[in-house]
């Protein structure tokens, strides 16, 4: 059973720092693409980083949406099968709810969702 659970998420100044985390159980980052997506009030979710499945090799693993360029840095733990997000220079507009997402290549297609954590930058 596949289990992602987030953590990190907080009140932040603009201009601060977080990171957050993504232990993810039953799964395995050699068939799996993790990414992070988030969602604020009135909006559609939207994709900020991912990190490749190993099966696929590339010379870059990760991408980022063109908004957080720079600022954010999606990294991964194989040892502790737990992915971050590194977040610098917080904006308000980044204020959302952060989920993380597996999505699975074998032995089926299929993704799977944390819970969501809040993160919240304001002065």
């Known amino acids: 059973q596949v289990q992602l659970v987030e953590s990190g998420g907080d009140l932040v100044q603009p201009g601060g720092s977080l990171r957050l985390s993504c232990a993810a159980s039953g799964v395995s980052f050699s068939v799996a693409a993790m990414t992070w997506y988030r969602q604020s009030p009135g909006k559609e979710r939207e994709l900020v980083a991912a990190?490749?499945?190993?099966?696929?090799?590339?010379?870059?693993?990760?991408k980022y949406t063109d908004s957080v360029k720079g600022r954010f840095t999606i990294s991964r733990d194989d040892a502790k099968n737990t992915v971050y997000l590194q977040m610098n220079e917080l904006k308000p507009e980044d204020t959302a709810v952060y989920y993380c997402?597996?999505?699975?290549?074998?032995?089926?297609?299929?993704?799977?969702w944390g819970q969501g954590t809040q993160v919240t930058v304001s002065s």
């Open positions: 997402n597996a999505h699975t290549y074998y032995p089926t297609h299929r993704d799977y």
């Open positions: 990190y490749g499945a190993d099966i696929f090799t590339a010379d870059t693993p990760t």
